[in-house]
């Protein structure tokens, strides 16, 4: 799989998660990536960007200030740190990565987080 994320599990209100997602078979740097999360009955909605060369594209208004994106092009790794959790976080998070000139795209299996007391 080209994108395969962990880190997810059951945390406390209040409580941090880290993501990661690895990525194999594509020439990562080209690549801007991104966390998208689909609550049950709900959309998939996009969390955070951050393009090839490591600049932050955009956060979700709900996650600034908590969530933190960054990448690892050397170990062609994409990270979600996720401080000061809500249960409305509570989501499975996907990895995607998204070819800016070229639009070729690939997503992760995805990895649940669940936050409750």
């Known amino acids: 799989a080209p994108l395969v994320e962990s880190g997810g599990g059951l945390v406390q209100p209040g409580g941090s998660l880290r993501l990661s997602c690895a990525a194999s078979g594509f020439t990562f740097i080209n690549y801007d990536m991104s966390w998208y999360r689909q609550a049950p009955g709900k959309e998939r909605e996009l969390v955070a960007t951050i393009a090839t060369a490591g600049y932050t594209l955009n956060y979700l208004d709900s996650v600034k200030g908590r969530f933190t994106i960054s990448r690892d092009n050397a170990k062609e790794m994409v990270f979600l740190q996720m401080n000061s959790l809500k249960s409305e976080d509570t989501a499975v998070y996907f990895c995607?990565?998204?070819?800016?000139?070229?639009?070729?795209?690939?997503w992760g299996q995805g990895t649940q987080v669940t936050v409750s007391s």
């Open positions: 995607h990565a998204h070819h800016p000139l070229l639009a070729y795209t690939y």
